[in-house]
């Protein structure tokens, strides 16, 4: 019931509660006294870390990893490990030419960490089937990606050099493409595009390289009968109604955004969304109550296509006992308070 519940909440339906999806990538090494260096690199300890924290954090879902580096360096992006973070893009192929001009191919999936990525959601899935628990799979969107090629110069580019910014978020969002149909074949039962650095950019600028680039990626997803969604980071009030209109099924914000604002305009385009746990001040530093945080956040996002979730991937070091106040909160508001909205 867990995992269709949340495929209803993706979807836009009503659910009898609202599905909880921790986003732990990094924090599932924590979760099991790894480093995240060794975590990244090794698929039985992806499966560890990944069922971990699926059971200790009661989850309803769980990313099968949140790294939006996969993506490029199985392009030829140099990365950097870290023992406590995400591996981080330390080169720029692209900064001064085009993906056909530096060489660069669509990924096969021998390429990079993907064959990591395979074995590990291979090693995963049955485990969350049998605690009903959704394997989502998260790909880096074409925004993202292209700023990993091309490095900062694309935010630019995209208004002062558009010769070269279309051809640079088009090929990203081949990859995209490339990337969703691998997590397809994973068997993800969501698959999500995350983009958190298009909210740093205008709506029609949004419309004219992030929406038509992942179109490709979408129309994968749902061939495959899979739902879809897509992660914005950041303060994208701006570009709220292009998000809605990108084409997935569902989105998913930070805690930067008024949650009833979210809700509003998500059932106005009849959209599933997610959110919007604060990471910092509750789920991470604790100066906030996890538990009051997500009382809120439940209250206003309701019970009909809402998600609970934290704004973005869940930091190394972040204390369990966190998290177990978001889901004994989950438990108490189902219980004791009123819920709204009852009915779409």
Request: hydrophobic share 40%.
């Amino acid at each position: 019931m867990a995992k269709d519940m949340l495929i209803a909440a993706t979807l836009g339906k009503p659910t009898p509660m609202a599905p909880w999806v921790p986003y732990a990538g990094v924090n599932c090494a924590f979760l099991i006294g790894e480093q995240a260096d060794r975590y990244f690199k090794d698929a039985g300890l992806m499966a560890k870390g990944v069922v971990t924290a699926a059971e200790r954090y009661q989850a309803d879902g769980i990313p099968l990893a949140f790294d939006l580096s996969i993506e490029a360096e199985s392009i030829g992006c140099e990365l950097t490990y870290w023992e406590d973070n995400v591996p981080s893009v330390a080169s720029h192929p692209c900064d001064k030419q085009l993906p056909d001009e530096a060489g660069l191919d669509l990924p096969e999936k021998g390429a990079g960490r993907w064959p990591v990525l395979f074995e590990a959601a291979r090693l995963i899935k049955p485990e969350l089937d049998q605690r009903d628990c959704a394997m989502i799979g998260l790909v880096c969107g074409p925004l993202t990606l292209a700023s990993h090629l091309a490095g900062v110069r694309i935010f630019t580019a995209l208004i002062k050099k558009k010769a070269f910014a279309h051809p640079m978020v088009a090929f990203a969002g081949q990859v995209a493409a490339r990337s969703a149909r691998f997590y397809a074949e994973m068997g993800c039962d969501i698959i999500a595009i995350v983009d958190p650095v298009a909210s740093q950019i205008r709506p029609e600028t949004f419309r004219e390289y992030v929406t038509p680039n992942c179109q490709e990626a979408i129309q994968v997803i749902h061939d495959a009968g899979i739902p879809s969604s897509f992660f914005i980071c950041g303060d994208c009030t701006k570009v709220l109604e292009e998000v809605c209109q990108v084409g997935t099924n569902a989105f998913a914000v930070d805690e930067q955004l008024n949650l009833n604002f979210v809700r509003e305009t998500a059932r106005q385009y009849q959209k599933g969304f997610g959110g919007n746990l604060k990471l910092t001040l509750a789920l991470s530093l604790g100066m906030l109550s996890p538990r009051e945080d997500a009382l809120i956040s439940l209250a206003a996002g309701g019970n009909v296509g809402f998600t609970l979730a934290p704004g973005c991937d869940l930091p190394f070091d972040t204390p369990e006992d966190h998290l177990r106040q978001v889901v004994e909160a989950r438990e108490y508001y189902n219980e004791y308070y009123p819920k709204y909205p009852e009915n779409p």
